[in-house]
Structure formats: C-alpha cells, structure tokens
C-alpha cells in the first residue's frame, strides 16, 4: 500500500522534537496553573484568625467561626477569678435629691398617718443623668470710666476667647469635637444629635470651624507627643489605608503602653514614610520600612505569627508550624506567670529557660527548613524566572532571620509579645471609615489625626475628656513632661 504522502527521517526527527517542546510548555504552563490554583484555594482558607485580614471581611454565616481566638483554652472558668475586686455601682455619701417615702394610712387598721415619727429603714439610690438643659447664655459687658485724677478714659476689654458678638463656648465645642473625633459622627447627624440633646441648631459649617480651630491649637501638642514617643523605651508602631476624595493615603500610629501611655497620628502620602528620629526599642509587625530606620532595636509581632503558623496548620497541614506555635504560645504564657512574681521585675525569664526555648526554636526551624527543601520545587515564573518558595518556607526564613527580634520579649520584661497596643489604636481609624466613610480633603484628615492624637493620649492616661479640650495646650504638654 502506497502511502498519500511520505516523510523523510530528518523532517520526521524536526516534528519529534517540536511536539516534545510543545509538551514541555504545555507541562510547564500545566504546573503553573497548578500552583496558581493552590494559592487561590489558600486565599480562600485564610480569615481573621489565621491571617491579617480584618474580622469584617470574614462574612457572617461563611462557614466554620471566623473570629476564634489564638489563645488556647485554659484551666480556669470564663470570667472574674476568685478575689477579683470587680468592678460595681457603690452607694455615695453625697446625694443630690432625697425623697421621703412614708406610709399614708397604717397597715392594720388603715387609719392615717399623720406627724407620727418616723423610723428610718432602709435606703436605695439611683444614679441617672440630669434632664438636658438648653444652652447656657453669659453675656460679657464692657464699659469705661474716666480717671477722676487726670480725666484719662479707660475702657475694659473682653476675654481673648470672645471675639465675636455672639458666639458659642468653649465647652460647646469641646462636645463638638469629642463627638466629631473621639464618636466618630458625621457633621450632620452631629447637629442632629445637639438638637435633639440640648435644642440648638448648629450648621454643617459652623461645625466644620470649630473641628479645624481644635485641632489647630493641638499641633503643638501632637509635635510634644511625638516627641516623647520618639525617646520611649519601648514604642509600638503601625499603619493602615484610608481615602482622601478619590487618592489613597496611610494613617501612621506611634504610641506607647501602660498608665502614662500615648499616641500619636500622623497622615501621609506614602506607606514607608515611618517615625524618624526614634530611639531604643520599636514593636512593628514585619513591615519592609521599618527595618530601614536608624539606631533601633526591632521586636517583632507574634500575634501576626501566630495567625499565620494557624493557617499553616490548618491549610497547609505543615507539622513544624504546629510545634512553633505551641512554643510561642508556652513561652508568652511563661513570661506572663514570670511578671506577676516579684523575682520577674529584673527579668522576663531566667538565662538557663531562655537558652533552652532558644535551642528548641532553633530546631523547629532546622526541620521546617529541611522539610519544605525535600519537597519538589514550584515552577519559575515564566516572566520573571525566579525561584519561588511556599508561605511556609518564606516564614521559615524570616524566624531565622529575626530570631532576636521575635524572641525579645523573652530577655526584656518591657517588651509586650505582641503588638496589639498600636493594632488597637489604628483599628480606630477603620472604625471612623465604617461610620463616616473617608475625608473629603487632606486638611480634614491632618485635623483628624491631631484631635485623635489628643483624645487617644487622654484616653489612655484617664484624663476627662471634656476638661482635656477646654484646657490649654501648654498646660497639657507640662502634664505629659512630667509623667
């Protein structure tokens, strides 16, 4: 039989070799696939507990509990503990109002009772808010004389705070500023909420001027907070996105821990534009940027490790993941124990547990390291040709490479094992986006970051709140300086 068309062996040798390069491609592009498909179903494993993601973006009724707690349980029942002192509504010696109530007619035989005496048995107080009232009116006089000496008139002048014929107060606009920045409310249910409290009617606009005049007499003391900042022994550092009209900005945090604690807000442009000039210990979460900042000892947030080495687990299924988190977990759990005793006041755990939880770190690391190089290799990207690695493994080398950051608070009781202090003031801003979206301009976020900067330094110091935005800067300032 006769074929239709013959081959030579050189042309039938070049139509071999390019199906084996059309099938080398098609595997390699098959490969790729492949592993872009497995990194989309991680995506999807991944949640607030087991990575950065906030808990909002996690779904109600999405499949298993999102919002599981990274601590494990423990011994003791939820709750105040034996001996707690609790925290309770206590009768007060000094009452504004008492009401007598006594009985009208006897129990018995139902006669009245008149001006019998009365037997005192039993109190009970109720503690509630006064009605509101409408707005205070102070009207200031001002008036001359002449000097019966020389004839000279003399005319007296008015408080530098009224400069206008009529005008609101100052404890008014510390209630509007309070609410704007401390509440979160929108300009107009603020005057919605005035009307409705106190029956005064304030315009957008007038609220809008007495936010940017608050926040213009506390620029100087934000530039004083982010000055002790900078000198703390330990600061705690972070950042997160917002929008100014349609351009993304970053809202960066500083702040320190403890009963004298501060923070400071600051708005700019770019993420890796972190605190400058900042000494001794900062607490961050990894972030690039703040490994570029002079003169500082890191410590590194295990929160977010322990989040990760979480989906680890359960994604992934790595078992040196598992064993890292139960050592980080018993070692901040010891470091607690050590602090409540009066011998962890010079340190957080004795040199011999140090270097033990050290060398069982260490091996951890060398048999993840071990186990993820006897796995086959990803595929390059075709692109860009460098070598990928898994999650895991990249996590891998950052805990060897910042072993002495992530394990600090081991040698220095100062240093927190995560940074939630700085996590909990940035969730602040997430919060106002949720209530009144982003800023319309870049002058109304720099007077939010001030005025957040103002309320969130006295809310953690347990100063009043409205005391706090009627007193002067200077005198502020003095308050913190000496702490």
């Given amino acids: 039989m006769k074929l239709p068309y013959a081959l030579s062996v050189d042309s039938l040798l070049v139509l071999i070799g390019e199906l084996q390069a059309r099938n080398a491609l098609l595997e390699q592009q098959n490969a790729l696939l492949l592993t872009r ?16 993601k906030p808990p909002s973006s996690d779904g109600p009724g999405q499949g ?48 009245a009772l008149g001006e019998e005496p009365l037997d005192l048995v039993d109190r009970r107080q109720v503690f509630d808010l006064p009605a509101p009232r409408p707005l205070l009116v102070t009207e200031h006089q001002r008036y001359r004389c002449r000097c019966s000496g020389c004839g000279a008139v003399t005319t007296g002048s008015f408080p530098p705070e009224v400069r ?100 400071h807000y600051r708005v700019s442009r770019r993420r890796g534009e972190v605190l400058t000039q900042a000494a001794h210990i900062v607490m961050h979460d990894h972030w690039t940027s703040y490994f570029q900042m002079p003169g500082v000892t890191h410590a590194l947030c295990n929160a977010h490790h322990l989040r990760e080495l979480t989906a680890l687990v359960d994604i992934d299924g790595e078992a040196w993941a598992r064993r890292m988190r139960t050592l980080l977990r018993k070692l901040c759990h010891e470091v607690n124990l050590a602090l409540e005793r009066p011998a962890g006041q010079t340190g957080a755990l004795p040199p011999d547990k140090i270097r033990a939880a050290e060398r069982q770190y260490d091996r951890i690391i060398r048999d993840g390291i071990a186990w993820h190089k006897a796995l086959p290799e990803l595929p390059r990207n075709v692109k860009r040709g460098r070598i990928r690695r898994r999650t895991g493994h990249n996590l891998l080398l950052r805990l060897e490479l910042h072993k002495a950051a992530v394990l600090l608070f081991l040698r220095n009781p100062a240093v927190p094992f995560t940074n939630n202090e700085a996590e909990r003031d940035a969730r602040m801003m997430k919060l106002r986006q949720k209530i009144s979206g982003g800023f319309r301009t870049s002058q109304g976020a720099d007077n939010f970051a001030t005025l957040r900067t103002l309320i969130g ?7 009043n709140m409205l005391e706090t935005l009627t007193l002067c800067p200077t005198q502020l300032i003095h308050t913190i300086r000496l702490a």
């Fill in 164 to 263: 206008a014929p009529v005008q609101y107060g100052a404890r008014l606009s510390a209630v509007v500023t309070y609410l704007s920045a401390g509440q979160f409310l929108p300009e107009d249910r603020l005057g919605q909420v005035l009307t409705d409290l106190f029956g005064v009617t304030v315009s957008a606009g007038t609220i809008g001027q007495m936010i940017a005049r608050a926040a213009s007499r506390t620029q100087a003391f934000a530039a004083a907070v982010c000055e002790e900042i900078r000198r703390a022994p330990v600061k705690h550092l972070d950042e997160t996105g917002f929008w100014v009209g349609a351009t993304p900005q970053w809202l960066h945090v500083a702040g320190t821990a403890g009963s004298n604690g501060l923070v």
């Fill in 457 to 463: 330094t006295a809310r953690k110091r347990g100063w």
């Fill in 37 to 52: 498909v497995a990194d989309l179903e991680r995506r999807l494993g991944l949640d607030s507990s087991n990575s950065s």
């Fill in 64 to 111: 298993p509990r999102r919002t599981r707690s990274l601590r494990e349980r423990g011994v003791r029942k939820p709750g105040g503990q034996p001996g707690h002192p609790g925290k309770h509504l206590k009768r007060s010696e000094q009452v504004d109002h008492t009401i007598i109530h006594r009985p009208a007619t006897c129990g018995h035989c139902q006669a």
